[in-house]
């Protein structure tokens, strides 16, 4: 009798659409307010009689509400546009470090916002952990090497994808994690394994081909490319102030909580097949910070061992921050933000094309954000109502349900079907950063990334007006938020 056997199918994901509800009937708040402000000048008009002369006007109120430029109406730039204005009159575009001047001691030495982090080194595990006083969060970080998903079998591929769906329960779980980074980047590999190689094994007899071998392993260099992942917690010190003050407060109580929170997320990778190091210490996070503000150098950074591991001196030397690009010491910069998953059906290798992409030095992150289950429950209500009182008044006007709002209707239900059924709520974030050595590569690298991303079935687009913070968020394995 002949037996057939069946091998485990991948099953395929489907990601919840980016909301586009606004406050009442599709409009959001600057919208409604260029739209009243529209009405009144019309009610102006015709009070006085000159109704003709306000149109240019109430033409200026509607087109800064329903005009899009860049996926954006016309009065969601204001806010941007102001802020960069304001910036750019206050010299914040520019950054140039003061080589005579030290910074405060424990400081990253980071342009920006990023100035006010702080570095905590661990006594006990001697790892980095990464204090942000405003935002009151405390990350450490981890590096974890990985086989290639896309050549696993379909069965182990599907055990991996639940088996990662439990690490990020796992953060929902604990209540204390603001956020998780995953962050995968591109680097010129360095040639040190090669050169490893030949330390040990290679035949140094003096020989013309023995002493030529050697040379042509020294000149090696960067000649090809490699992919380095890792993984950022970061935990939240305002709900976590109970067990920090348990622990003896300050920094070494919030230490502690957050050494509890490793213990787990590693046991976690763990299980998901996942093979962590040890966590960066200081050292490894200056290294991780230059290579990505001066690209140029990062493989003679890595080849030289302990050159360049200084955190208090790893951040850039000048950096000149553009409306749709920014500049660091040896490449110009461009980050783009996944705007849109893919609407249907997909596997879970489908960001094959965007990860596989050859020849670009990127970086890619993923940041969930977990959502206590109260407030999940809370904000999907809030969804639910908001969803059928726009409904009662579409339907009161005689305006017809399009599919788009009845597909963001389903995803709400579909949510609280998944909270109820116990899964946790995380936000994701994606955002690409894609690096060069000159203004023009970087545009025909931009332009591969986002037909990669269309390959891949996501949108892009281009932060403009943002990059600086953009590239902090995309490119450094702090958890920061846009």
Known sequence: ???????????????????????????????????????????????????????????????????????????????????????????????????????????????????????????????????????????????????????????????????????????????????????????????????????????????????????????????????????????????????????????????????????TMLAALRSADLSPGEWLTAGDLALILRSAYDPAVAGALERQGDIGRDLATAGPVAVTESWDSLRSDSAHHCVLWISEWPRSLVYPDFLAPLLLSSGIRRTFTLLYTPMRTDRAARDIRKMKTEYISDAAQRQKIGQIEDAQQTAEYQDVLQQEADLTAGHGVLRTSGFVAVSASDPDELERAVAAIEQAAIQASCETRRLWGQQAQAFAVASLPLCRAL
Not at 9 to 32: C, D, E, M, N, Y
Not at 201 to 225: F, I, K, M, Q
């Open 1 to 263: 009798m002949a037996t057939t056997t069946r091998e485990p199918a991948l099953t395929p994901i489907k990601f919840s659409r980016l909301t586009r509800r606004g406050v009442l009937l599709g409009l959001s708040g600057p919208q409604l307010v260029m739209a009243s402000l529209a009405s009144g000048t019309l009610i102006i008009g015709l009070y006085v009689g000159a109704v003709v002369m306000t149109f240019p006007i109430i033409l200026f109120f509607v087109a800064l509400a329903f005009v899009g430029v860049g996926g954006r109406k016309l009065i969601e730039w204001a806010p941007i546009g102001a802020r960069w204005l304001w910036r750019s009159a206050g010299g914040q575009l520019l950054y140039r470090r003061r080589v005579v001047k030290p910074r405060p001691a424990g400081t990253l030495a980071l342009p920006g916002d990023a100035a006010r982090l702080h570095q905590w080194v661990d006594p006990e595990t001697a790892a980095v952990m990464v204090h942000d006083p405003h935002a009151a969060t405390l990350t450490a970080i981890v590096g974890v090497s990985h086989p290639a998903f896309v050549l696993l079998d379909p069965a182990e591929q599907e055990r991996r994808v639940v088996s990662w769906g439990r690490v990020l329960a796992t953060a929902c779980r604990s209540g204390r994690i603001a956020s998780v980074q995953v962050m995968e980047r591109t680097l010129p590999d360095s040639g040190k394994g090669l050169a490893e190689w030949w330390e040990q094994h290679g035949n140094r007899s003096g020989s013309w081909a023995s002493t030529t071998y050697g040379e042509l392993v020294d000149r090696a260099g960067p000649a090809g490319e490699r992919h380095a992942s890792t993984v950022s917690i970061s935990l939240d010190m305002k709900v976590a102030g109970r067990a920090i003050r348990a622990a003896g407060g300050g920094m070494r109580g919030a230490a502690a909580v957050l050494r509890q929170e490793m213990a």
